[in-house]
């Protein structure tokens, strides 16, 4: 079976975590220190805060900003749910909007079309490794005086008009989970040129010190270990490398997938995608339905998966919570479809694939 993701990972990380393991300090400390300074400076900002999960990054970044019950923080309704459970955590109402049909990722006017006077705050979302449609977002938050959180969970060194993400809104928050593009097992980044922000989001995250067992506000256990900032490290390193074979995937997949009735996707004018996903549309004129394609390529030992089944809208949690209709959200979950598309597929796989789907009957 070629698998629909899968870690990059070699003897250069166990050789990083084998000498975290000889030193004998295994929380955090130097090492954590190191990868925030080399990923900050990666991203084009000036600081780095490492913590346990995207997750988490969102969550202390909002409750740094002062995000907190009564306020309203617009999510897109097409994501992974902590988008909008990290707005929840935090007391505050997370507020749908829907997504750009040809990106998938957040439309700017059915942002507009759900701002309030509790809107504090709007999350885009880099989906896939697409970076959302920035300027607009980032010009509609000047307007109204609000803040702009950049997710980029999926999209470690994707560009937006020659500008790496994570450098836009006043944060950034990234994820290392195993499936990413880069990883530390486990862990997260929140990047921004903010000092002040960047001594809070410290505080926060290592249980509200400001100075050894002195507690000044509530505070959570977030830290990253030396031995996941070691495989970060590492992983780091080869970002470049391992985008630009993802993108050399895509690329052969754009060229030689045709299919009637399936869809492959585009990037945004004057941006850079990294393809935390490769992700096609299958419409009603394909011969099977999106499920009975997936059903099909795991016979023919190809993995994929649907990034996401579900919109957040539709979520049980959220039923109800209001927000924009979001029909471009409710089509995209019951017609998307990831591909491999990860370093670790190689050019005869992605030919196997493109072949597979082009003889669809």
């Known amino acids: 079976m ?18 975290v393991m000889q030193s004998g300090m295994l929380a955090q400390g130097e090492v954590v220190t190191a990868f925030e300074e080399e990923f900050a400076s990666y991203c084009g900002v000036g600081h780095g805060v490492a913590v346990n999960s995207g997750t988490a990054a969102l969550h202390a970044s909002l409750l740094a900003l002062g995000i907190g019950p009564g306020d309203e923080v617009i999510v ?25 049909e040809a990106t998938y990722t957040i439309d700017p006017d059915s942002v507009s079309s759900v701002l309030t006077p ?20 980032l010009d509609l938050c000047g307007e109204k005086g609000l803040v702009l959180i950049e997710d980029c969970a999926q ?25 990413k593009n880069m990883t530390s097992g486990e862990g997260g980044m929140v990047t921004t040129d903010d000092e002040e922000l960047t001594s809070h989001i410290r505080r926060i995250i290592n249980h509200g010190q400001s100075d050894k067992y002195l507690h000044t506000e509530l505070g959570y256990n ?27 995937n895509a690329e052969w997949y754009n060229s030689h997938i045709h299919r009637e009735g399936i869809a492959t996707p585009v990037t945004r004018a004057g941006s850079t995608h990294v393809w935390h996903q490769y992700v096609l549309n299958v419409g ?27 919109p957040v809208h539709r979520q049980p949690l959220y039923a109800g919570s209001g927000g ?27 030919a196997y694939i493109a072949e597979t789907i082009n003889g669809v009957q």
């Not at 070699?10 to 050789?15: C, I, L, Q, R, S």
């Not at 309704?77 to 707005?87: G, K, N, P, R, Y």
């Not at 999209?155 to 499936?179: D, L, N």
């Open 2 to 19: 070629i698998p629909v993701a899968r870690p990059f990972v070699g003897e250069e990380e166990t050789a990083a975590v084998a000498e």
């Open 76 to 100: 897109p309704s097409f994501t992974f749910i902590a988008t909008a459970t990290s707005v929840s955590m935090c007391g505050a109402r997370p507020v749908m909007a829907d997504v750009e």
């Open 118 to 137: 509790a809107t504090k705050a709007v999350i885009g979302v880099h989906l896939y490794g697409q970076p959302f449609a920035i300027g607009p977002v």
């Open 155 to 179: 999209a470690h060194g994707a560009t937006y008009h020659g500008k790496k993400v994570g450098g836009f809104g006043r944060v950034g928050c990234f994820s290392f989970y195993p499936t």
């Open 222 to 248: 977030f830290r990253m270990t030396n031995i996941g900032a070691a495989i970060g490290r590492v992983q780091l390193g080869k970002l470049d490398a391992m985008n630009a074979r993802r993108a050399a």
């Open 284 to 310: 009603e004129e394909c011969p099977l339905s999106r499920d009975g394609l997936m059903a099909y390529l795991r016979e023919k030992g190809i993995g994929s998966a649907v990034h996401y089944p579900m």
């Open 324 to 350: 924009a209709d979001c029909p471009v959200s409710d089509r995209a979950s019951q017609q998307v479809l990831s591909l491999p598309v990860h370093p670790g597929v190689g050019r005869e796989e992605c």
